[in-house]
């Protein structure tokens, strides 16, 4: 790339640039590749439309922008050992631009001939939003300048639509301690602000967590997690942003860690009370576990929140997780019950034990399921007439237009007679003007905006 080339000439006390892979034949590489990243990225570039790219190693995007046109992938280089794995981290005051469309989406994916998931770490953008440690070295990236934190509620970090990661979540060990903070994982948000733009982005077949947010309050709309290894959704360290049109998907469980969910959230590691409290505000969820029994598996909730989190979730389906479809702790209990600081409401919720619905950890400090306990109190409050969740009976009877297909992908639209047709509401104070008032309850109503060139199910 004559551009690039320039660039590094030009700016030679520079760190890094598109390092052009001369001394390899080019004709021979599957894909081929028009450059190499690598290293830290400290000048504006933009790359080219519909081209491939090798990413290497940790690269660094610092006080600079990257924006990246549609219709280019950018295969990561794998690697076995987690220090080793490659990931993209924009760190604070840097700008990523991600400019694909519903025809030529931008794809994140494995430079393995047999991709796995894991095969390499994440996309991290990092911020100057607020949290709720002050600041935070993301977990996982060795670079002391992967600070993020600060006072910028309007913190803009770029713009991020119609793009995919595949084969990422590569640096959780398997079965760690998940009372700590995971590693970055598929696409991680680290104090990012509100001005800055997500939708239409999905993660497929993450080795951990399809999406973190460390604290920060940007929104986001059209999201899709397909087949994780661990959480879906996972929320921490004060996040306080708004949601809507998301879906966690999976066909199948694994064994990767010791519980996985479609939606998690905790306020920090040791449930303290520092604030700003982590506060997720969700609207119009499909949360999707798999067909058949997966009790032995390692999947465990639709939704669970915990350590002294508080969370507002609305319009949405919860359905098909061995454990249950809500759980909450001994301290996020009261706080949806008692003090109302929390809100679960018009939400359709199915398990296939309906009694294990709504769920209560009582257990303290270890992973143990058998102290997982059906909680009729809690269902009686969810299901009473001012907080209006229903619990289904069966799957079928969500009636979704084709959820576990014998092949091809899932249609996860709504069938015109589906009790979640109708229902949805926006009267709560919370559910402000970045949510868009649909009449339907969960992600996707009668139009299904997953039927597209972007996303992908194989």
């Known amino acids: 790339m004559t551009r690039i080339s320039f660039l590094f000439l030009l700016f030679s006390v520079i760190i890094y640039s598109c390092k052009k892979d001369d001394g390899v034949n080019q004709n021979a590489l599957t894909p081929h590749y ?11 570039i933009v790359l080219q439309e519909n081209a491939n790219y090798l990413l290497k190693g940790q690269v660094f995007v610092q006080d600079a922008s990257l924006t990246i046109p549609k219709g280019v992938t950018i295969y990561v280089e794998k690697a076995d050992s987690a220090s080793n794995k490659g990931s993209l981290v924009v760190l ?35 911020g100057k939003a607020p949290i709720n440690s002050k600041t935070l070295q993301v977990p996982g990236i060795d670079n002391k300048l992967a600070n993020c934190g600060g006072s910028d509620k309007d913190d803009d970090s770029g713009s991020i639509q119609f793009l995919r990661l595949a084969y990422c979540g ?35 077949y ?7 947010f460390f604290g920060g309050n940007v929104g986001a709309k059209y999201l899709i997690a397909y087949n994780s290894g661990d959480d879906d959704y996972d929320f921490d360290h004060g996040y306080q942003g708004n949601l809507q049109f998301i879906i966690s998907y999976r066909n199948s469980a694994g064994d990767r860690a010791l519980r996985a969910n479609g939606i998690e959230s905790l306020n920090d590691a040791d449930a303290s009370s520092k604030t700003p409290y982590t506060h997720p505000v969700i609207s119009n969820a499909t949360i999707i576990g798999p067909s058949g029994n997966a009790t032995n598996t390692n999947l465990n909730q639709g939704v669970y ?34 003090s109302h600081q929390s809100t679960f409401k018009f939400n359709l919720v199915y398990c296939e034990d309906n009694t294990r619905s709504f769920t209560w ?53 709504l069938q015109p007679d589906s009790p979640a047709s109708t229902g949805a509401k926006f009267s709560e104070s919370n559910l402000n003007d970045f949510f868009d008032q649909v009449s339907f309850r969960g992600a996707i109503g009668t139009d299904d905006w997953t039927a597209t060139n972007w996303v992908k199910w194989d």
């Not at 028009?34 to 504006?44: A, F, V």
């Open 34 to 44: 028009i450059d190499t990243l690598e290293g830290i990225i400290s000048s504006d």
């Open 92 to 126: 604070p005051g840097a700008k990523l631009f991600v400019n694909g469309t519903d025809q030529e989406p931008v794809l994140f994916t494995s430079a393995a001939t047999e991709k796995l998931p894991g095969d390499w770490g994440a996309l991290v953008i990092l």
């Open 170 to 204: 590569g640096l959780n060990a398997k079965g760690e301690d998940e009372w700590a903070l995971d590693k970055v994982s598929g696409l991680c948000l680290g104090a990012v602000g509100s001005k800055t733009t997500l939708s239409h982005v999905m993660v497929s």
């Open 206 to 212: 993450s080795r951990d967590d399809a999406f973190q």
């Open 305 to 338: 929140i915990r350590k002294n989190t508080r969370f507002s979730i609305y319009n949405s389906i919860v359905a098909n997780y061995p454990q249950g479809g809500l759980m909450v702790c001994n301290k996020t209990r009261p706080l949806l019950m008692e």
């Open 361 to 413: 950890d009582h257990n303290g400090q270890e992973v143990s399921l058998d102290k997982v306990l059906a909680d009729p109190a809690l269902t009686s409050f969810a299901t009473n007439q001012d907080n209006r969740n229903t619990v289904i009976e069966t799957v079928s009877a969500l009636k979704l237009s084709s959820v576990f297909p014998q092949s091809g992908a899932p249609q996860l639209g």
